[in-house]
């Protein structure tokens, strides 16, 4: 049976951003509308493949991550920073949860906003070009895992930052350029030796190459060992965000 206290911090986490979808759901398809349109039409007839795929295709995956990596992380960060700022922190702690089940309250509501904003992107990419999915569970597993990958590094990063300047220094120096090097905009064939093998120790590579792979059908490198990467990630900060609340690791009073 379901806690009604975990129902509710749920279900106040996705009316949240669904509320503000203007903030929320919106510039997330409009930014990845004016990727396509700078780099996938601009200069995309300029770049050429091995596979023959067409360039503005190639693209639609990675901008689909990136968009999932910063509106998840975006969720869970925010939800709780506003907790601390406005003095309501402690109300979850003494609240009838567990560790886990508050963690994954935040953690649920930024999974579903990223798969959200994952699902609406690819339709608007769809409408301008002849995109298909090859695999769609598989992609929809990509799309869930990530989220909760860094909707849970986004509850780590909320608890610990002191000031909204600290959450935002993670999503513009950390996961962006991180998410810029891990393949959004070219293939790991286009590098020299030497910086393919810095790509591959990007854990964003392996998630974008393993969306890349559910949803066109080509792979650079092993999509067993994507999928593994992004289960293990979502398990290890999963269960690091539950250890933190279980504690009130710098939050506690």
């Known amino acids: 049976m379901i806690n009604k206290s975990f129902y509710t911090l749920v279900y106040r986490?996705?009316?949240?951003?669904?509320?503000?979808?203007?903030?929320?759901?919106?510039?997330?398809?409009?930014?990845?509308?004016?990727?396509?349109?700078?780099?996938?039409?601009?200069?995309?007839?300029?770049?050429?493949?091995?596979?023959?795929?067409?360039?503005?295709?190639?693209?639609?995956?990675?901008?689909?991550?990136?968009?999932?990596?910063?509106?998840?992380?975006?969720?869970?960060?925010?939800?709780?920073?506003?907790?601390?700022?406005?003095?309501?922190?402690?109300?979850?702690?003494?609240?009838?949860?567990?560790?886990?089940?508050?963690?994954?309250?935040?953690?649920?509501?930024?999974?579903l906003r990223g798969v959200i904003n994952g699902i609406l992107i690819i339709l608007t990419c769809a409408l301008f070009t002849s995109f298909t999915i090859e695999h769609y569970f598989l992609s929809l597993f990509f799309l869930i895992v990530v989220s909760c990958v860094f909707g849970a590094i986004g509850v780590i990063v909320g608890i610990v930052s002191k000031t909204w300047d600290s959450v935002g220094v993670w999503g513009t120096f950390v996961f962006m350029p991180l998410s810029m090097l891990g393949g959004v905009f070219w293939s790991i064939d286009m590098l020299p030796e030497s910086w393919a093998y810095i790509a591959l120790m990007n854990p964003l590579y392996w998630m974008i190459n393993g969306l890349r792979y559910s949803m066109l059908g080509i792979s650079e490198i092993s999509i067993t060992f994507s999928i593994i990467i992004s289960l293990l990630f979502a398990i290890i900060f999963t269960i690091l965000a539950s250890i933190m609340f279980s504690k009130g690791y710098k939050i506690k009073s």
């Open 13 to 111: 986490e996705v009316w949240r951003f669904l509320v503000l979808y203007k903030q929320t759901i919106m510039p997330g398809i409009i930014t990845a509308a004016l990727y396509m349109v700078i780099f996938g039409e601009a200069l995309g007839s300029r770049i050429k493949l091995e596979n023959n795929i067409d360039y503005i295709i190639f693209i639609i995956p990675g901008l689909t991550m990136m968009s999932v990596i910063g509106q998840s992380f975006a969720n869970s960060s925010s939800s709780i920073m506003q907790a601390k700022y406005l003095k309501f922190i402690d109300d979850y702690l003494i609240a009838p949860v567990s560790g886990f089940e508050l963690s994954m309250s935040f953690i649920i509501g930024a999974i």
